[in-house]
């Protein structure tokens, strides 16, 4: 495997930057504002770093990742789940800012820099993901809302509950017409709404959410994305067992929404996907399984349709679902 050395791995969190360089095996902490930034970039300038590896860790890292960036910095934000894991097969157990900084080096050397993914930065993509996750978030503050309403007996408490359903509901409005204002504004993004609009079962939320989190939709192989997206199905297999297959890790929230879009377009409102989830249940797949394969297909034609260019086309996605069927 093809390491590189002239990387820099950063522990973010609200208040400091810890960045260790590989090469030199040097430390600093800087503090995670204006200053800050400036004395990390003149830092890693002299030492020769190119690539800058951080966690994502909730969007503190969003600033400096943009001003490494336009220092001419290549930067990567990785999953932390996998840090943690490479870690402990390591045999690093002790976890602190300094020794989280070596670990994101070490783990972007071996993987972070042999991963890459030809996605350029972009400011309104980043402005999009922001409106879409905070939307999702006040979405699921609402279900979890509606649910502690049902269960309250009634009374002071449950209105008052109820009463805090209403300016919720008014942001997320809100936050819808911040989201299709945003794609109005950058014609990239309204000629991508637009072809995906043409596919049945695909609202705005959903297209949305896809343009926000799913910037390789169309310049990567149908596998590769499923496994982005988190709908691949993975091997459970040892010797002669053969385990039962499943999904796991991808992108949580686009997968989340995605998945209620491939469930309505299977059951009511995509023809094509509606006879492929039909030949399945008739084949034995349980109803969830089915609906899984149905979002991995829609997402192998969404794929397709971007990468060539066209609109949705029901006799050829007729064809793709008959392939896999």
């Not at 922001?130 to 979890?144: F, M």
């Not at 709404?193 to 695909?202: D, F, N, Q």
């Not at 949580?252 to 995509?270: D, E, P, S, V």
Request: aromatic share 4%; with cysteine; hydrophobic share 50%.
């Amino acid at each position: 495997m093809t390491h590189s050395r002239d990387v820099v791995g950063i522990d973010v969190s609200k208040g400091t930057l810890d960045a260790f360089v590989l090469v030199h095996q040097q430390l600093r902490a800087v503090a995670n504002a204006a200053a800050g930034h400036v004395e990390l970039v003149k830092w890693l300038k002299s030492l020769g770093v190119r690539v800058a590896v951080m966690e994502a860790s909730g969007g503190y890292e969003r600033t400096i990742a943009e001003v490494l960036r336009r220092a001419g910095f290549d930067v990567r934000i990785v999953d932390p789940k996998r840090v943690r894991h490479f870690a402990k097969a390591a045999g690093r157990l002790a976890k602190n800012d300094r020794i989280d900084a070596q670990m994101i080096a070490e783990f972007g050397a071996i993987f972070a820099v042999t991963e890459r993914c030809e996605i350029p930065a972009d400011s309104a993509r980043d402005h999009l993901a922001g409106l879409v996750g905070a939307r999702q978030a006040l979405i699921d503050h609402q279900t979890g809302l509606r649910n502690q309403i049902s269960a309250a007996p009634a009374g002071a408490a449950r209105l008052a509950l109820a009463a805090t359903l209403k300016p919720i509901s008014a942001a997320i409005k809100k936050l819808d017409r911040l989201i299709a204002a945003a794609i109005t504004a950058h014609p990239p993004f309204t000629a991508l709404a637009r072809r995906l609009g043409t596919v049945p079962g695909l609202g705005p939320v959903t297209i949305a959410a896809l343009i926000a989190w799913l910037p390789e939709l169309g310049r990567l192989d149908r596998r590769k994305l499923a496994h982005l997206v988190g709908v691949a199905p993975m091997d459970d297999d040892s010797g002669k067992r053969v385990g039962q297959r499943y999904i796991q890790g991808g992108r949580r929230k686009l997968r989340n929404i995605f998945y209620m879009a491939g469930m309505g377009a299977a059951t009511q409102h995509n023809p094509v996907l509606s006879a492929y989830y039909t030949t399945l249940l008739k084949r034995g797949k349980l109803r969830k399984v089915a609906i899984i394969a149905c979002m991995r297909k829609l997402l192998t034609i969404l794929n397709t349709m971007v990468a060539h260019q066209r609109d949705w086309d029901p006799n050829f996605a007729a064809g793709m679902a008959a392939n896999a069927a």
